[in-house]
C-alpha cells in the first residue's frame, strides 16, 4: 500500500542524533534523501561529533533544504534525540540512528497504512544487518494487524515487543510531555511504554524496513559494566507503571526487574567495580523490599531461580557465587537479552 498523488502528505520530521559516525552517515542520510514519501524533515543533531560527522551534516544540509542541522555540546543520545523533538516541526515523528538506514519505500508505505487506517502510531520490523548479513528479524504481528495503544503497551511491559523507539511512526502528540532521561543507557525502555500508552490504536506492517547495524560505534557516555543497573532502573519504570495501570502483570514486570537486580549485584560483587557500589546497594534495597513477591514468582527459568534464592539464602555465599563464576557463569543465568 503506498499513497497516491493526490493525497494530502502531512510532514513527518525524522530525528537522528549524530556522533562519530564518519564512516556510516552517508548511507544512513542517503536512505532518507531516497525516500519515496518526499515531504520530509531531517533533523541532524550533530552531539559533539570530534571527526568529521559536523562537515558532512553541513555538506548535506546544503544539497538539500529537507535537512536541518543543528550542533551542540555531547550528552549522550537521550540528549540528541530530545534536542530533536524540541525542534521538530513535522505532525508526525520517527527516528533514526546514524549508522542505520531504512527501506526507500519505508515511509511512503508506512504512513499510508497510518492515515488509511487513522492511526495514532505504525510500526515495521527491524533487521539487524552485520557485514552485509542479516543475523536477527524483530518481528511483531502481521501486516494489516491494528491493536489499541493500551493492548501493545501491556506487550512492552512485559517485554514481549522490544522498546526500540526506531521502529514506528509516531503522531506528534504522542511524545507530548515525554522525553528520554539523559544520562541513563537504554533510554527507550523507560520511554517507549508511555508513547505507546498516549495512542489510541496502532498498527503493524510486517516488513524488516529498518535496518540495524550491529556495530561498536555511536552515542554513549557510559562503560558496559553499568549497563545491567540501567536496564534494571528501565524495567522498574515498567513495573512501577504496571502498579497503577497493569496490575494483571505486576508480578511478571517485577520478576524481569529482579533479574536486572541481581545482574547489577553480581557486576559488582565479581569485579568490585567501585562505579557499581551505589547502584548494587540500590538494586539490593529493592530486592530486600520486595522479597515476598519476587520468591513466590514461579515463572522464573530454574538457573535463575537458583540465583535469585541463593542471594536471598546466604549473601556471603552470593557473593563467593559471584567471585567463582564471574562473567562466565552466573551472568548468563541471570541476564537477559534484550528483544
Known sequence: ??????????????????????????????SLLNQFYKNLEIILVDDGSSDGCPHLCDLYAQKDSRIVVIHKKNGGLASARNTGLDNCS??????????????????????????SAELDIVCCEISRVQNGKEIERYQFYKSGSILTGRDVTREILLDKI???????????????????????????????????????NVGFIAEPFYKYRENDAGI??????????????????HYDYALKEY??????CLANAAMYAISTCFHYYSEKNQELREPSAHTEQFLKENKRQIMAYRGFIKTRKIAISIFYFSKPLFKLMCRLFNKTGLQKLTHFDMK
Open 90 to 115: 513535522g505532525e508526525y515523528i520517527a527516528f533514526l540512528d546514524s549508522d542505520d538506514w531504512i527501506d526507500p519505500e519505508a515511509y511512503d508505505k508506512m504512513l499510508s497504512f497510518l492515515l
Open 1 to 30: 500500500m503506498c499513497m497516491s498523488k493526490n493525497e494530502v502528505k502531512p510532514k513527518l520530521s525524522i530525528i537522528v542524533p549524530v556522533y562519530n559516525v564518519e564512516k556510516y552517515l552517508g548511507k544512513c542520510v542517503d
Open 162 to 200: 522490544g522498546s526500540h523507539v526506531v521502529k514506528a511512526i509516531y503522531k506528534k502528540e504522542c511524545w507530548a510531555g515525554v522525553r528520554f532521561p539523559v544520562g541513563r543507557l537504554y533510554e527507550d525502555i523507560p520511554v517507549t511504554f508511555k508513547v505507546f500508552a498516549a495512542a489510541k
Open 247 to 252: 496490575p494483571e502483570i505486576v508480578d511478571e
Open 220 to 237: 554513549t557516555l557510559s562503560p558496559k559494566p553499568i549497563k545491567p543497573y540501567h536496564e534494571f532502573l528501565g524495567f522498574k519504570d
